[in-house]
């Protein structure tokens, strides 16, 4: 199928892979076609890089992750197997509008933010890089829910990306485990003996992530949950109908849908069953694998890094131990030292609420072999340590974060600062017994996906004037400098800037009804809504310039559209209050024919990584305005950074190497440090004093409470202004007055063109390091110990010439 065209190949997958005829074709249709005709062109070197993996006895790395947001499928695959031209000239030659086809595509959001768009970055880095791996994880039903506004309020409806064909996956059916849950253990033989009371068949689905160039593609392995038996025919027989199809429906629940809790713990059973399930089917496949090519057991670490993608599979630890020692009869000591020699974990939050910690009486009913062996293990790391201060256990709960540590040879930091924290807080007594243990890997994204293939304008600038290098290589960056003083380069550079605005107002208008000024600043928050994240901050300054310029509307104001995107978790209250509040004031301020020429407000409902890809090109200011040492890392301020929008933000996470590498003239700082943070909290009444200080922000808070975007309920946000003159933990009132002179400076700078565009092509040209390729090196380096494979595809892949 690859040695014909493109436009013949989706004619043939039109007709015979769909049997549907082109003159009745729909543009699903069409996408489907197209999509077969593009994996036709992976396929071969999917299989070229598993049998190179195979022959040079390769280590692999093993991602085990709850959460892929890998976004749309077939952009990435023409992109980086570089059909674009062939595959624009053959959709118009059918007559197609080929932006049409492509954003057909439903987005697979089987992730809730950051922690599961690292993951799918992660793996598009690995294949890029040519390094062995599998991403595992969950193929769910729904992925994260849809949401849509009702009067200002979030309602939530499912996600059912799978009710389409999904064009890009295999099914194995000769990949297929029954995981068990339950029952109890006896001793048989002198030896413990799990008898699992229910069980459940985890069916493997592949899906190929193909690197830049097609070189290598590695495996996004998701699992399915299905019913051991089917249908319950003699049930059906004797006329229960519903009941014949009970235990179908009973298994399937396991991978019906993703939880939408984004760094909150819920410490719900049907989550603890979807964390065993999707970590011991992976684990059965992965020593089947070592077992199939051959070599002692004890070797397995030399062949298989597992990476625990947060604590979500942490209970790989005791799997791997009872695999090792209760089923192949390794004694416990060496099983332990084995399976940690294979696995490591990386820690994404500090935040209490987000440490797992699983009731013992949970632990036990569902998996009592793993509370012994968890047991176990305690005992064993506890007889190491002289003081025996940490333990895996306490108050009836395990700690899957000290468990996570105990069993990983690495544990790892998502940034410096954050690294830094890990050290001195949650786990500062493990460090101090394992002070080799904990590294840093900052985190990064794929420059193909959130450079090459979302902002074409400006990466067509940057190949024209560094050539084609930086998109596997992305510090060639570096090479801009010289560029920075050049006036062509710098109108170049406003000017896709400027293209990337005015189709965003074009789509905003004509997708929400709302028009925006292509030469106002647009300055954009988008991600999970969480106080942390000061979405409220975002709002509360948007008020208080509001009054501002309605104070004086002959000012010479900086044209501003703020946006925000980002989902609630259904059961965070005041989340989906602040965007019930941030809706109201949109509705507000939008209509005041007083002030709209200078501010506009505008939510957009749905975010997702399609979402993402739009805003982000067209972006001239990032909010990255956390309350210091609550954001892990952060990864949406290093693809705003890349694509020119310059940062307001705080000290947390990444910023502060975006910070450092931008260059602080570049970033627009404000706000406590962590240190600070805690210095400040413990002040009694600091918020009262704050808005005492600070006639802006006590004005604005008037304002909410008055009713002023709340007419006909003039105390619904008594709840919200309660909070933040009173505990306001997450401290928005003491930081406000900062913001707001930080905006101020960016208003300046912004209304001085030539400092801007500058200021835009720095991020740029500076934000090289922040590609996932340079963080998977790390990795490779400091916790895998694994070396990139060649396929033999190397050469064949070069384009001509
Ligand atoms: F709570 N992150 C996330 F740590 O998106 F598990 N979801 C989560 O459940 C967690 C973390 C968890 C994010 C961090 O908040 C963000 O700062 C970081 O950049 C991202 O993970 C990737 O490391």
């Given at each position: 199928?690859?040695?014909?065209?493109?436009?013949?190949?989706?004619?043939?997958?039109?007709?015979?892979?769909?049997?549907?005829?082109?003159?009745?074709?729909?543009?699903?249709?069409?996408?489907?076609?197209?999509?077969?005709?593009?994996?036709?062109?992976?396929?071969?070197?999917?299989?070229?890089?598993?049998?190179?993996?195979?022959?040079?006895?390769?280590?692999?790395?093993?991602?085990?992750?709850?959460?892929?947001?890998?976004?749309?499928?077939?952009?990435?695959?023409?992109?980086?197997?570089?059909?674009?031209?062939?595959?624009?000239?053959?959709?118009?030659?059918?007559?197609?509008?080929?932006?049409?086809?492509?954003?057909?595509?439903?987005?697979?959001?089987?992730?809730?933010?950051?922690?599961?768009?690292?993951?799918?970055c992660?793996?598009?880095?690995?294949?890029?890089?040519?390094?062995?791996?599998?991403?595992?994880?969950?193929?769910?039903?729904?992925?994260?829910?849809?949401?849509?506004?009702?009067?200002?309020?979030?309602?939530?409806?499912?996600?059912?990306?799978?009710?389409?064909?999904?064009?890009?996956?295999?099914?194995?059916?000769?990949?297929?485990?029954?995981?068990?849950?339950?029952?109890?253990?006896?001793?048989?033989?002198?030896?413990?003996?799990?008898?699992?009371?229910?069980?459940?068949?985890?069916?493997?689905?592949?899906?190929?992530?193909?690197?830049?160039?097609?070189?290598?593609?590695?495996?996004?392995?998701?699992?399915?949950?299905?019913?051991?038996?089917?249908?319950?025919?003699?049930?059906?027989?004797?006329?229960?109908?519903?009941?014949?199809?009970?235990?179908?429906?009973?298994?399937?629940?396991?991978?019906?849908?993703?939880?939408?809790?984004?760094?909150?713990?819920?410490?719900?059973?049907?989550?603890?069953?979807?964390?065993?399930?999707?970590?011991?089917?992976?684990?059965?496949?992965?020593?089947?694998?070592?077992?199939?090519?051959?070599?002692?057991?004890?070797?397995?670490?030399?062949?298989?890094?597992?990476?625990?993608?947060?604590?979500?599979?942490?209970?790989?630890?005791?799997?791997?131990?009872?695999?090792?020692?209760?089923?192949?009869?390794?004694?416990?000591?060496?099983?332990?030292?084995?399976?940690?020699?294979?696995?490591?974990?990386?820690?994404?939050?500090?935040?209490?609420?987000?440490?797992?910690?699983?009731?013992?009486?949970?632990?036990?009913?569902?998996?009592?072999?793993?509370?012994?062996?968890?047991?176990?293990?305690?005992?064993?790391?506890?007889?190491?340590?002289?003081?025996?201060?940490?333990?895996?256990?306490?108050?009836?709960?395990?700690?899957?974060?000290?468990?996570?540590?105990?069993?990983?040879?690495?544990?790892?930091?998502?940034?410096?600062?954050?690294?830094?924290?890990?050290?001195?807080?949650?786990?500062?007594?493990?460090?101090?017994?394992?002070?080799?243990?904990?590294?840093?890997?900052?985190?990064?994204v794929t420059p193909r996906r959130w450079l090459l293939s979302a902002n074409?304008?400006?990466?067509?600038?940057?190949?024209?004037?560094?050539?084609?290098?930086?998109?596997?290589?992305?510090?060639?960056?570096?090479?801009?400098?010289?560029?920075?003083?050049?006036?062509?380069?710098?109108?170049?550079?406003?000017?896709?800037?400027?293209?990337?605005?005015?189709?965003?107002?074009?789509?905003?208008?004509?997708?929400?009804?709302?028009?925006?000024?292509?030469?106002?600043?647009?300055?954009?928050?988008?991600?999970?809504?969480?106080?942390?994240?000061?979405?409220?901050?975002?709002?509360?300054?948007?008020?208080?310039?509001?009054?501002?310029?309605?104070?004086?509307?002959?000012?010479?104001?900086?044209?501003?559209?703020?946006?925000?995107?980002?989902?609630?978790?259904?059961?965070?209250?005041?989340?989906?209050?602040?965007?019930?509040?941030?809706?109201?004031?949109?509705?507000?301020?939008?209509?005041?024919?007083?002030?709209?020429?200078?501010?506009?407000?505008?939510?957009?409902?749905?975010?997702?990584?399609?979402?993402a890809e739009?805003?982000i090109p067209?972006?001239?200011?990032?909010?990255?305005?956390?309350?210091?040492?609550?954001?892990?890392?952060?990864t949406?301020?290093m693809k705003?950074?890349l694509n020119?929008?310059?940062?307001?933000?705080?000290?947390?996470?990444?910023?502060?190497?975006?910070?450092?590498?931008?260059?602080?003239?570049?970033?627009?700082?404000?706000?406590?440090?962590?240190?600070?943070?805690?210095?400040?909290?413990?002040?009694?009444?600091?918020?009262?004093?704050?808005?005492?200080?600070?006639?802006?922000?006590?004005?604005?808070?008037?304002?909410?409470?008055?009713?002023?975007?709340?007419?006909?309920?003039?105390?619904?946000?008594?709840?919200?202004?309660?909070?933040?003159?009173?505990?306001?933990?997450?401290?928005?009132?003491?930081?406000?007055?900062?913001?707001?002179?930080?905006?101020?400076?960016?208003?300046?700078?912004?209304?001085?063109?030539?400092?801007?565009?500058?200021?835009?092509?720095?991020?740029?040209?500076?934000?090289?390091?922040f590609s996932s390729?340079?963080?998977?090196?790390?990795?490779?380096?400091?916790?895998?110990?694994?070396?990139?494979?060649?396929?033999?595809?190397?050469?064949?892949?070069?384009?001509?010439?």
């Amino acid at each position: 199928m690859t040695d014909v065209d493109l436009r013949t190949s989706i004619l043939r997958h039109l007709t015979y892979s769909l049997g549907s005829d082109a003159d009745h074709a729909t543009q699903h249709d069409w996408r489907i076609a197209l999509s077969l005709a593009v994996r036709d062109r992976l396929i071969e070197n999917w299989h070229a890089a598993s049998r190179a993996t195979r022959a040079v006895g390769a280590k692999r790395v093993y991602y085990l992750s709850m959460e892929f947001l890998i976004g749309r499928l077939l952009e990435d695959a023409i992109v980086n197997l570089r059909l674009e031209d062939e595959a624009q000239q053959a959709l118009t030659g059918l007559g197609l509008d080929p932006v049409a086809v492509i954003q057909d595509e439903p987005d697979a959001a089987l992730g809730n933010g950051g922690l599961g768009r690292l993951a799918a970055c992660f793996m598009e880095s690995l294949s890029t890089l040519g390094v062995p791996a599998f991403g595992y994880g969950i193929r769910y039903e729904h992925g994260l829910f849809r949401q849509s506004f009702e009067e200002g309020r979030q309602i939530e409806t499912a996600e059912d990306w799978l009710t389409q064909y999904h064009a890009w996956e295999f099914e194995r059916r000769d990949v297929r485990f029954k995981m068990c849950f339950g029952g109890e253990v006896v001793e048989e033989g002198g030896k413990p003996v799990w008898h699992g009371q229910e069980a459940v068949m985890a069916q493997a689905y592949d899906t190929p992530v193909i690197g830049w160039r097609g070189r290598w593609a590695n495996t996004l392995r998701l699992w399915s949950a299905q019913p051991l038996h089917g249908f319950d025919l003699d049930r059906f027989n004797r006329g229960e109908y519903a009941a014949a199809a009970e235990p179908e429906a009973l298994a399937r629940t396991i991978s019906r849908v993703l939880y939408p809790d984004d760094t909150t713990e819920q410490g719900k059973e049907l989550r603890l069953k979807q964390e065993y399930f999707f970590t011991a089917a992976s684990l059965r496949d992965i020593l089947r694998r070592f077992e199939a090519e051959g070599g002692a057991l004890t070797d397995l670490p030399k062949r298989a890094a597992i990476q625990l993608n947060d604590t979500h599979p942490a209970i790989a630890g005791p799997e791997l131990v009872r695999l090792l020692h209760d089923e192949r009869e390794m004694p416990l000591d060496q099983a332990i030292a084995t399976a940690r020699g294979c696995l490591s974990y990386t820690n994404h939050t500090l935040m209490p609420e987000a440490l797992e910690r699983w009731s013992e009486d949970l632990m036990t009913s569902l998996l009592p072999r793993h509370m012994q062996l968890i047991e176990r293990i305690d005992a064993a790391h506890a007889a190491e340590q002289p003081s025996r201060s940490v333990s895996l256990t306490g108050d009836g709960e395990v700690r899957m974060g000290e468990l996570a540590f105990v069993m990983a040879h690495k544990v790892n930091g998502v940034s410096a600062l954050h690294t830094d924290l890990m050290k001195k807080t949650v786990f500062a007594e493990l460090h101090r017994l394992h002070p080799d243990r904990i590294v840093n890997e900052t985190n990064g994204v794929t420059p193909r996906r959130w450079l090459l293939s979302a902002n074409p304008r400006l990466s067509g600038l940057i190949t024209r004037t560094i050539g084609e290098g930086w998109v596997d290589d992305l510090e060639q960056l570096e090479r801009l400098e010289p560029s920075l003083t050049d006036p062509a380069f710098l109108d170049a550079y406003a000017a896709a800037k400027r293209a990337n605005k005015a189709d965003l107002a074009d789509w905003l208008a004509a997708e929400h009804g709302v028009q925006v000024d292509p030469d106002a600043m647009f300055d954009v928050q988008i991600k999970r809504i969480h106080e942390y994240k000061r979405q409220h901050l975002n709002i509360l300054e948007a008020i208080a310039l509001w009054r501002d310029i309605k104070a004086n509307p002959q000012g010479n104001w900086v044209p501003r559209v703020k946006i925000f995107a980002g989902k609630a978790a259904p059961g965070y209250f005041f989340a989906k209050e602040i965007i019930r509040l941030i809706n109201d004031v949109a509705a507000v301020i939008n209509s005041d024919p007083e002030t709209n020429r200078y501010l506009k407000v505008i939510f957009l409902p749905n975010y997702n990584v399609s979402l993402a890809e739009r805003l982000i090109p067209a972006s001239d200011l990032s909010e990255q305005i956390s309350t210091a040492g609550k954001e892990a890392s952060g990864t949406g301020n290093m693809k705003f950074a890349l694509n020119g929008a310059p940062t307001i933000g705080t000290l947390d996470g990444a910023n502060v190497e975006i910070r450092d590498r931008v260059g602080a003239r570049n970033f627009f700082l404000f706000g406590m440090t962590a240190d600070e943070v805690e210095a400040r909290r413990a002040v009694p009444e600091h918020a009262a004093q704050a808005i005492a200080a600070d006639p802006r922000l006590s004005g604005a808070l008037m304002e909410i409470s008055r009713g002023t975007f709340s007419r006909r309920d003039r105390h619904r946000y008594r709840g919200v202004v309660a909070n933040l003159s009173g505990a306001d933990y997450f401290l928005v009132c003491s930081d406000f007055t900062a913001y707001w002179d930080a905006q101020r400076r960016a208003d300046a700078a912004f209304a001085d063109a030539d400092a801007w565009r500058r200021m835009a092509a720095c991020n740029t040209a500076r934000s090289g390091w922040f590609s996932s390729d340079r963080t998977i090196r790390g990795y490779m380096a400091d916790i895998w110990d694994v070396v990139a494979v060649r396929s033999g595809l190397d050469e064949a892949m070069q384009p001509p010439g």
